[in-house]
């Protein structure tokens, strides 16, 4: 006969099998909590992976856009500036003396001796301002019919006034205002500024005709003329445009003989201030030297005998 249970010894046994079930069930549980968490992070992490790699790419997307429409309308920008902007061969007028401290900073010995030259014609010869004159073979003749135009001056007393319609235009305006708005609209058009400059080396070229024939008759010319046709280069007209004429606009611009011949043409004085020969007896220079008869005056200012640009008083 088995011997009786004891009750206390059943209780605990009943109490450590309860305690194991428990612990497994907790031990479940958790496993599949940290399953389920293990699991639900994953998910989150590849879904935050997703957002942040599309978040990536569409900021991408959007940086290219912003480039891309950033260069469109840079360009278009330029475009119609281009298109509806007057270029303007001779432009406004600004100070002298802050336009030779933009263009000549520095302390070497051509920069000092340009600010001194600048100084002594806003001081001495009491220059303003200046127009800047496009860079170019033809500024020196752009310079001078500039100033003619805008100025009204009248045209050479051996021209015919059918002979050179636009100068008339202009010489007939009274009202300086209308002029100048005038002249912004010549020297905004390419094609009608060369067409003029190349006119004025045809009247250049009937003007070193005649003079020829009168040399060739004996008749007293002028020196520089003289000098013209000792030259090799240019011993008569034909010479003279083949070898140089031609060439003024496309290749060279005017040297001091074409300047004598331009202001004898057109029947003015060309008064030049050469900066670079600052503190000489060539600082201002007149073209032609000795005028036959009193002619107007115009003034061109250049600091290398090669680009002018237009003093104003």
């Not at 099998?17 to 992490?45: C, F, G, M, N, P």
């Amino acid at each position: 006969m088995a011997a009786p249970k004891n009750p206390s010894r059943v209780r605990e046994r009943a109490r450590v099998r309860a305690s194991a079930a428990e612990s497994d069930q907790v031990h479940s549980w958790t496993l599949v909590t940290s399953q389920a968490l293990d699991t639900a992070w994953r998910i989150a992490k590849g879904s935050v992976m997703l957002a942040v790699s599309l978040l990536v790419a569409t900021l991408c997307y959007f940086r290219r856009l912003h480039l891309y429409l950033e260069h469109w309308l840079k360009w278009w920008i330029g475009y119609l500036q281009r298109k509806f902007k007057r270029n303007l061969s001779v432009e406004a007028e600004v100070d002298l003396l802050s336009y030779c401290a933009r263009e000549w900073k520095g302390e070497t010995p051509r920069a000092k001796l340009m600010r001194k030259a600048y100084e002594e014609l806003f001081w001495r010869h009491h220059i303003k301002c200046v127009r800047q004159v496009k860079r170019d073979n033809y500024d020196a003749l752009r310079s001078v019919l500039f100033q003619i135009f805008s100025q009204g001056l009248s045209f050479p007393s051996w021209m015919k006034e059918k002979d050179i319609v636009k100068w008339t235009e202009f010489s007939g305006i009274k009202d300086y205002h209308k002029r100048g708005s005038m002249c912004n609209i010549l020297f905004s058009d390419v094609i009608l500024e060369h067409k003029l400059y190349e006119a004025l080396k045809f009247i250049m070229l009937y003007q070193v005709t005649e003079v020829y024939e009168q040399m060739k008759t004996n008749k007293i010319i002028p020196s520089l003329f003289r000098l013209l046709f000792s030259r090799e280069t240019s011993s008569d007209p034909l010479s003279f445009m083949m070898n140089h004429l031609n060439s003024v606009g496309d290749t060279c611009g005017l040297d001091q003989i074409d300047m004598f011949i331009l202001g004898y043409s057109l029947e003015v004085k060309i008064k030049v201030f050469r900066l670079f020969k600052f503190n000489s007896r060539d600082f201002a220079v007149w073209y032609p030297e000795e005028p036959l008869r009193e002619w107007p005056e115009i003034s061109l200012l250049t600091e290398n005998d090669r680009h002018y640009h237009i003093p104003v008083f």
